[in-house]
Structures are given as structure tokens and as C-alpha cells.
């Protein structure tokens, strides 16, 4: 059995809190270093930098006495002669520059999170600290190369993941699972797509991958940035704190929404069969068409008069320049930058043949006289994306031509705006058009990219959107994270191999998370129950943690249904840990109500952001993605499941909502529960009433 702090002399205790002690005062030294450099120099805008740069450097040495600066310590062997390594959240030196704790994202922490009896990397001892605000509090040490001794689970480790959630998600680098790590710790130039049920963890990897890849990539990754994609702003605000709390504040978060919506108005939303026939990648080539279409061809030829000679470049000769350019792989507006340079070109190749000796500078002033750039302009006109959409949702001949061959005249008309708005700005576009906007932005000139993206809830993405995603990490890697089985969008992919295609990714590498962290064993298996109705083959997580749940599932009369619900909140609002009101988005307004009518405050998320926390959160299902509350309520299942637009979508809105408990789940209902959550056949350890 590893041994616990029971079997320590206290005197062992008493002396890795020395040690902490002894870091913590090396920190506030390394701080006190920081903030006494002199940034006074003779360059102002370097010196301007450097204060900058040192600003957050000594930010990020902020003590905060509540953390302890490490969780873990290795006791090395064999070459490494019984080295000692403290593993934390961040670095730590003593006045001389020796390490003192070493980062958790340092190579050499790796053995602290993988190393197993298998293969021990040369670990002898591994200790993990079990700390009470910032206090080490217990010690648990693993014997790895002692074969006498058993391996048992870690109760540190368990007592990590059971501690009651409270507020917005928090990091895990204490106790990153060795399948984890080996996720965090891939390369930069590798694409990453982890498919997991609820709670296996994607998300806390996909942060502490990025957090990592920004220690191990500094220079490279914080100048061209690293995005986080997620699917609402609820999300983003309940992981919004994992990457500064890892000293990583440089990190974007956004949604769909705001990575293609800038200088869009979003007033419409589209039908679900529109909408889907929007987010189809044929509609990529129908663009490309619609964006080359405008080139036109010459019909006369180019004639530039210049002195007392005119110079005539034949029709056939700029058909021969505007082909050549349509054939190379530029963009719409720099080959439109090119033409009145090769039109120039093709005219001092006349000169020269007429025997005059012009030079670049000729060249450069024939490309900017004006004859050559009307001419150029009326060949390859200046375009924005808005007229070109515009266009095409209202003018059937200009749709045809583009879409010719690719969409079905009825697709073609499904695409049409019933009625035309008669000016740009009347357009009432929707997010669909918004992303088409994003890949017109894109043929006209490319978007520059990122060094990496990671995408959280991926599966929900329409082939374009995973595309505008894509052209943000054109260049550099994604981490796609994503369930298919909690795939609730009309457009939900059905593969990944699929979604990290159309992502421009296709050799990503596709990996699964099996164990799951957040749901307990009984709220699990009942959740798993629409499974094989919604995502056959996909299996639920094995649940890891040691409560199994509570499950209570309540049959009500339809007018008690808010009053019990409300009931039911105030009973668990006793004891600490959040709670989340889960109802269908048409019932919001009902709960908040009724849980005002028993003196219940509490936030709405998707209305108000999160400026005040409340234990007691009322959640629209449509929100739910991504959450977690230590114990749920969902109100009537069944109108949940009726809001979407069909039976398999409306089952996996409610997988979604039904995964978000880390330790109860109560289900309060008056309609019939959706048929396979009726079968009434309730674990045998566990409590269903109804
Ligand atoms: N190794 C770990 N140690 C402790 N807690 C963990 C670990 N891995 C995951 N968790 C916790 O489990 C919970 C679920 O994790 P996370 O939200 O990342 O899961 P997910 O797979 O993204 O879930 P969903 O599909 O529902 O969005 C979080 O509270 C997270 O902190």
C-alpha cells in the first residue's frame, strides 16, 4: 500500500511545510527582483516593453497564500542520483537560481503524472500533498520500484475530484490522469480530436493542453496566439478563469459567433433546413464561382496613350494575363493588386519591342496611369463580401450560375430570400450568412492564422464553420474536443474524420477519453439509458468517482410541477455547492418565479453574465453544453425534448442536460418521461422515486 500521512512522522510533515515555507519566501524574492529592475533606458518604446513585460512577470509571482506552490514531489535514482523535484504551478529559484519547485509543465514533471510500477521513469518515490489553504496537510507516497507494495488508489487524488464544485471551473494540474497527460503534452504541429462522453475531461485537457503548449512554445505560440472556441458565452465564463489561474492571461476566448461575426449584424435566424443547407461545404465552391464570376473578360483591347505614341495590348493577349491569374492560387484581391502591373508589363514588352529602353519605373507609372486601372478595374472589380452575398440570396440568375451543378434548382430556391431587403444594410443576416461572409472575407483576401486553436463542443458545427475555424489555424495546429453523442445541431457531424477534413486538419489524430471525472455512477447509467436510441455505439463513461449520486426522479401533478421543482431547490440549497435549474428555454421564465416565490435568488444563465454568483443557477437546456453544478434539477424531460426540431436531437439535448451533475440529480416531471428514460428499472443501489 502506498503509505499515508498516518504512517509520516509528524516530523515529515512538519518538514515539507518548511520547505513550503522556504519557497514561498524565494517567490516573494524573485518578485522583489522583478519589481526593482530599472526600465529607465535611452529607447523609450524598449523601455515601455520591458516595464510591460516585467509588469506581468511579477504579476504572475504573486503568492496566493490560499494555493500551495506544489502538490508533488519525485525522488529520482539510478543517473539521476537521487535527485528531488518538487512539481508545481510554476517555476520557483532560490537567490542562486536553483530550482526549487519546477513547473508542472517542465519536462521533467512528466514522470509525475505517467509514471506507473510498469514503468517507473526512474522514479522511486512519488508524494503527493494533500494541502488545506495553502497548508500540507497530509502526504501520500507511492514506492514505485518496491515490488512488496500494493498499488491502491490515491485518496488525495480522490478527495480532489469529490471536493464540491463551487463557481467557475478550476484547474486540474494536480491531478492530470496519465491518458490525460499524454494528450496535454502533444506537439504543436500536431492536430489533435479527443471524442469523450460527458465529464471525461476534454475540456480541463484542452485548457491545460494550451496552457502547456504556451510553456513549451513560448516565443512562437504568444506572438501568433493561441484562440479558445466555445459554443456560448456561458461556457466561456465558466472556464474563463482555468488559463489566468495557470498564469496564462494572453489567451483569447470566443464563440462562433465572435470569431466570424465582427462588423456583422446578426438579426435573423435561419430555418433548420436553410440553415443546414447553408453550413453544407458545396457552398464553398458555390462562392468560389460566385467571387471568380466577377472577373470579366476583355472585349476590347487595353490602349494606353502615352507621349505621342498610344500603345494597344490586344484583347487575346489580357484574356491570356486574366487567365493566368485566375489559374494561380491568389487570392481574389491580390491578383486584382497584380493585373495593372502585368497590363504594364505587357506594354513595355511593345516599347522594348518598338525600340525604346523603359525602366521598372515606367512600369510602375504605366500600372498607376489611370487608363490601366480603369481598364483593371472594370476587368476585376473591387469586391466586399456583403454585395456578393447579397447578391446571390436575391438575384436566381446570379445563384444559378454560381450554383450551377452543385445545388438542385429546389436547393437553389430554398437559398432565396423570400423577399429581397432593397439595400445592403437592410439585410437581415443570420449566423449561417455570417459564416459564408467569413469565407467570401477569406477568397478575397486570407485570413491570417493563428499558431493554435482549440475548439471546445466541436461536433455541433456545420462543415463551414468547422472551414472559418480551419482558416484560423491554417498555419499552426487545433485541439478539437467534441461527444457526438451530445450532438444537438441540425448539422452535427456523425464523424470526426469528417468534421477535422473539412477543418483542413485530415491527419489529426482522433483519441478518446474513457473515464469519466464529473458524473456519478447512477446519474451516468441513467442518462446512458438514450443512448442506443440517439448515438448507437457510443458507450457512456466509467464513472471514477467514488459517490455513486443520488438520483431522485419525481412524477408530479402538472400544476405542482414548479412549485416542487422550487421546493426541491430550497431543500438542496442547504448544504454548500452549486445548483443548476435546468428547464426548457420556453420555461425560464415559469422556475424564476416560482423560485422567487420561495425566496430563492439566483441567476439566469444566457441573460445575466455571471457579474453576480449565485449558488442557484436556472438554466435554458440550450445553454447546459459544457456546465457542470454539483446537483441538478431538470424540470419536465419531455418539454426539453419536444423544443428541438426532431425526436433525436430532442434525446440528446437531454443527454446534455442530464450529464451535468457532479453529485445529484433530481428529475421532476408531469408529462410522461421520454420512453427510454420510463423504463422503470432503477439501479439497485440507488434511490428512484416516482
Ligand atoms: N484528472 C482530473 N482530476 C480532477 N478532476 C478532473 C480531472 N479530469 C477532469 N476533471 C473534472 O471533471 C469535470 C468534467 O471535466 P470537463 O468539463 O473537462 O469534461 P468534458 O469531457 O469537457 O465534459 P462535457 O462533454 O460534458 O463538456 C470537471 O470538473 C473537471 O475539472
Same mark, same amino acid.
Given at each position: 500500500?502506498?503509505?499515508?500521512?498516518?504512517?509520516?512522522?509528524?516530523?515529515?510533515?512538519?518538514?515539507?511545510?518548511?520547505?513550503?515555507?522556504?519557497?514561498?519566501?524565494?517567490?516573494?524574492?524573485?518578485?522583489?527582483?522583478?519589481?526593482?529592475?530599472?526600465?529607465?533606458?535611452?529607447?523609450?518604446?524598449?523601455?515601455?516593453?520591458?516595464? $510591460?513585460?516585467?509588469?506581468?512577470?511579477?504579476?504572475?509571482?504573486?503568492?496566493? /497564500?490560499?494555493?500551495?506552490?506544489?502538490?508533488?514531489?519525485?525522488?529520482?535514482?539510478?543517473?539521476?542520483?537521487?535527485?528531488?523535484?518538487?512539481?508545481?504551478?510554476?517555476?520557483?529559484?532560490?537567490?542562486?537560481?536553483?530550482?526549487?519547485?519546477?513547473?508542472?509543465?517542465?519536462?521533467?514533471?512528466?514522470?509525475?503524472?505517467?509514471?506507473?510500477?510498469?514503468?517507473?521513469?526512474?522514479?522511486?518515490?512519488?508524494?503527493?500533498?494533500?494541502?488545506?489553504?495553502?497548508?500540507?496537510?497530509?502526504?501520500?507516497?507511492?514506492?514505485?520500484?518496491?515490488?512488496?507494495?500494493?498499488?491502491?488508489?490515491?485518496?488525495?487524488?480522490?478527495?480532489?475530484?469529490?471536493?464540491?464544485?463551487?463557481?467557475?471551473?478550476?484547474?486540474?494540474?494536480?491531478?492530470?490522469?496519465?491518458?490525460?497527460?499524454?494528450?496535454?503534452?502533444?506537439?504543436?504541429?500536431?492536430?489533435?480530436?479527443?471524442?469523450?462522453?460527458?465529464?471525461?475531461?476534454?475540456?480541463?485537457?484542452?485548457?491545460?493542453?494550451?496552457?502547456?503548449?504556451?510553456?513549451?512554445?513560448?516565443?512562437?505560440?504568444?506572438?501568433?496566439?493561441?484562440?479558445?472556441?466555445? /459554443?456560448?458565452?456561458?461556457?466561456?465564463?465558466?472556464?474563463?478563469?482555468?488559463?489566468?489561474?495557470?498564469?496564462?492571461?494572453?489567451?483569447?476566448?470566443?464563440?462562433?459567433?465572435?470569431?466570424?461575426?465582427?462588423?456583422?449584424?446578426? !438579426?435573423?435566424?435561419?430555418?433548420?433546413?436553410?440553415?443546414?443547407?447553408?453550413?453544407?461545404?458545396?457552398?464553398?465552391?458555390?462562392? !468560389?464561382?460566385?467571387?471568380?464570376?466577377?472577373?470579366?473578360?476583355?472585349?476590347?483591347?487595353?490602349?494606353?496613350?502615352?507621349?505621342?505614341?498610344?500603345?494597344?495590348?490586344?484583347?487575346?493577349?489580357?484574356?491570356?494575363?486574366?487567365?493566368?491569374?485566375?489559374?494561380?492560387?491568389?487570392?481574389?484581391?491580390?491578383?486584382?493588386?497584380?493585373?495593372?502591373?502585368?497590363?504594364?508589363?505587357?506594354?513595355?514588352?511593345?516599347?522594348?519591342?518598338?525600340?525604346?529602353?523603359?525602366?521598372?519605373?515606367?512600369?510602375?507609372?504605366?500600372?498607376?496611369?489611370?487608363?490601366?486601372?480603369?481598364?483593371?478595374?472594370?476587368?476585376?472589380?473591387?469586391?466586399?463580401?456583403?454585395?456578393?452575398?447579397?447578391?446571390?440570396?436575391?438575384?436566381?440568375?446570379?445563384?444559378?450560375?454560381?450554383?450551377?451543378?452543385?445545388?438542385?434548382?429546389?436547393?437553389?430556391?430554398?437559398?432565396?430570400?423570400?423577399?429581397?431587403?432593397?439595400?445592403?444594410?437592410?439585410?437581415?443576416?443570420?449566423?449561417?450568412?455570417?459564416?459564408?461572409?467569413?469565407?467570401?472575407?477569406?477568397?478575397?483576401?486570407?485570413?491570417?492564422?493563428?499558431?493554435?486553436?482549440?475548439?471546445?463542443?466541436?461536433?455541433?458545427?456545420?462543415?463551414?464553420?468547422?472551414?472559418?475555424?480551419?482558416?484560423?489555424?491554417?498555419?499552426?495546429?487545433?485541439?478539437?474536443?467534441?461527444?457526438?453523442?451530445?450532438?444537438?445541431?441540425?448539422?452535427?457531424?456523425?464523424?470526426?474524420?469528417?468534421?477535422? $477534413?473539412?477543418?483542413?486538419?485530415?491527419?489529426?489524430?482522433?483519441?478518446?477519453?474513457?473515464?469519466?471525472?464529473?458524473?456519478?455512477?447512477?446519474?451516468?447509467?441513467?442518462?446512458?439509458?438514450?443512448?442506443?436510441?440517439?448515438? /448507437?455505439?457510443?458507450?457512456?463513461?466509467?464513472?471514477?468517482?467514488?459517490?455513486?449520486?443520488?438520483?431522485?426522479?419525481?412524477?408530479?401533478?402538472?400544476?405542482?410541477?414548479?412549485?416542487?421543482?422550487?421546493?426541491?431547490?430550497?431543500?438542496?440549497?442547504?448544504?454548500?455547492?452549486?445548483?443548476?435549474?435546468?428547464?426548457?428555454?420556453?420555461?425560464?421564465?415559469?422556475?424564476?418565479?416560482?423560485?422567487?416565490?420561495?425566496?430563492?435568488?439566483?441567476?439566469?444563465?444566457?441573460?445575466?453574465?455571471?457579474?453576480?454568483?449565485?449558488?442557484?443557477?436556472?438554466?435554458?437546456?440550450?445553454?447546459?453544453?459544457?456546465?457542470?453544478?454539483?446537483?441538478?434539477?431538470?424540470?419536465?424531460?419531455?418539454?426539453?425534448?419536444?423544443?428541438?426540431?426532431?425526436?433525436?436531437?430532442?434525446?440528446? !439535448?437531454?443527454?446534455?442536460?442530464?450529464?451535468?451533475?457532479?453529485?445529484?440529480?433530481?428529475?421532476?416531471?408531469? $408529462?410522461?418521461?421520454?420512453?427510454?428514460?420510463?423504463?422503470?428499472?432503477?439501479?439497485?443501489?440507488?434511490?428512484?422515486?416516482?
Amino acid at each position: 500500500m502506498p503509505s499515508s500521512t498516518d504512517e509520516h512522522p509528524t516530523g515529515e510533515l512538519a518538514r515539507e511545510q518548511a520547505y513550503l515555507d522556504r519557497s514561498r519566501t524565494a517567490l516573494a524574492a524573485m518578485r522583489e527582483r522583478t519589481l526593482a529592475v530599472d526600465v529607465q533606458g535611452s529607447d523609450p518604446i524598449a523601455a515601455e516593453h520591458l516595464a $510591460r513585460t516585467l509588469w506581468r512577470r511579477a504579476r504572475s509571482l504573486e503568492d496566493d /497564500p490560499t494555493t500551495a506552490l506544489f502538490f508533488g514531489r519525485l525522488d529520482l535514482d539510478g543517473d539521476h542520483h537521487d535527485e528531488q523535484w518538487y512539481v508545481g504551478r510554476r517555476h520557483v529559484t532560490d537567490d542562486a537560481g536553483d530550482p526549487l519547485v519546477i513547473d508542472w509543465r517542465a519536462p521533467a514533471s512528466t514522470a509525475f503524472y505517467r509514471a506507473s510500477r510498469t514503468d517507473p521513469m526512474g522514479v522511486v518515490l512519488r508524494r503527493r500533498f494533500g494541502l488545506d489553504r495553502g497548508r500540507i496537510t497530509a502526504l501520500e507516497d507511492e514506492h514505485l520500484t518496491d515490488r512488496a507494495e500494493q498499488q491502491a488508489s490515491s485518496q488525495i487524488l480522490a478527495r480532489e475530484i469529490e471536493r464540491p464544485r463551487v463557481g467557475p471551473m478550476r484547474d486540474i494540474v494536480a491531478t492530470i490522469q496519465p491518458e490525460q497527460d499524454l494528450l496535454v503534452r502533444v506537439d504543436d504541429s500536431t492536430t489533435v480530436c479527443i471524442q469523450g462522453a460527458p465529464g471525461t475531461g476534454k475540456t480541463a485537457v484542452g485548457l491545460h493542453r494550451a496552457a502547456w503548449l504556451l510553456y513549451a512554445y513560448r516565443d512562437r505560440l504568444t506572438r501568433q496566439g493561441v484562440l479558445v472556441i466555445g /459554443p456560448n458565452a456561458s461556457f466561456l465564463e465558466h472556464i474563463g478563469a482555468v488559463l489566468p489561474a495557470l498564469g496564462e492571461v494572453q489567451v483569447r476566448h470566443t464563440t462562433i459567433e465572435g470569431l466570424v461575426g465582427e462588423g456583422v449584424r446578426v !438579426r435573423a435566424t435561419d430555418p433548420a433546413g436553410r440553415g443546414t443547407l447553408k453550413g453544407d461545404a458545396r457552398l464553398a465552391e458555390v462562392l !468560389r464561382r460566385a467571387v471568380r464570376s466577377a472577373v470579366q473578360a476583355p472585349e476590347d483591347a487595353l490602349v494606353v496613350p502615352r507621349g505621342a505614341r498610344r500603345w494597344r495590348v490586344p484583347g487575346y493577349e489580357v484574356r491570356e494575363i486574366v487567365e493566368e491569374l485566375l489559374a494561380r492560387d491568389v487570392r481574389y484581391d491580390a491578383a486584382r493588386q497584380m493585373l495593372p502591373q502585368r497590363l504594364a508589363h505587357a506594354v513595355l514588352v511593345q516599347m522594348e519591342a518598338a525600340g525604346d529602353s523603359p525602366d521598372d519605373r515606367v512600369q510602375d507609372a504605366v500600372a498607376r496611369s489611370t487608363p490601366v486601372r480603369r481598364y483593371a478595374d472594370a476587368l476585376w472589380p473591387r469586391l466586399d463580401p456583403a454585395t456578393v452575398l447579397h447578391r446571390l440570396w436575391s438575384d436566381p440568375a446570379a445563384l444559378e450560375t454560381a450554383a450551377d451543378g452543385i445545388l438542385s434548382p429546389a436547393e437553389q430556391a430554398e437559398l432565396l430570400w423570400d423577399k429581397a431587403p432593397r439595400t445592403l444594410g437592410a439585410a437581415r443576416w443570420t449566423l449561417a450568412d455570417a459564416v459564408l461572409l467569413d469565407e467570401l472575407a477569406d477568397l478575397l483576401s486570407r485570413t491570417p492564422s493563428l499558431g493554435h486553436v482549440m475548439l471546445d463542443e466541436a461536433q455541433d458545427l456545420s462543415p463551414m464553420q468547422l472551414r472559418a475555424v480551419g482558416r484560423r489555424c491554417s498555419t499552426g495546429a487545433a485541439t478539437v474536443l467534441g461527444d457526438i453523442a451530445q450532438g444537438t445541431t441540425p448539422w452535427a457531424t456523425g464523424s470526426w474524420e469528417e468534421s477535422l $477534413r473539412h477543418l483542413g486538419k485530415p491527419e489529426g489524430q482522433v483519441t478518446e477519453l474513457r473515464r469519466g471525472f464529473r458524473v456519478p455512477a447512477a446519474v451516468i447509467e441513467y442518462a446512458a439509458r438514450l443512448l442506443p436510441v440517439m448515438a /448507437p455505439g457510443l458507450a457512456a463513461p466509467q464513472s471514477v468517482r467514488d459517490n455513486t449520486g443520488d438520483l431522485d426522479i419525481v412524477a408530479v401533478q402538472a400544476d405542482s410541477l414548479w412549485s416542487t421543482a422550487a421546493a426541491r431547490v430550497v431543500h438542496l440549497a442547504r448544504q454548500p455547492g452549486s445548483i443548476g435549474v435546468i428547464v426548457a428555454d420556453g420555461s425560464v421564465a415559469a422556475v424564476s418565479q416560482a423560485l422567487l416565490g420561495v425566496g430563492v435568488e439566483h441567476g439566469v444563465l444566457g441573460v445575466d453574465h455571471g457579474d453576480v454568483e449565485h449558488q442557484v443557477d436556472v438554466v435554458p437546456a440550450t445553454v447546459a453544453k459544457g456546465l457542470e453544478f454539483d446537483r441538478v434539477v431538470v424540470v419536465e424531460p419531455a418539454a426539453i425534448a419536444e423544443a428541438e426540431p426532431d425526436e433525436r436531437t430532442g434525446l440528446r !439535448r437531454l443527454y446534455v442536460v442530464l450529464t451535468r451533475a457532479v453529485s445529484g440529480l433530481s428529475v421532476i416531471h408531469a $408529462r410522461p418521461l421520454p420512453d427510454p428514460l420510463a423504463v422503470q428499472v432503477p439501479p439497485a443501489d440507488h434511490r428512484v422515486r416516482g
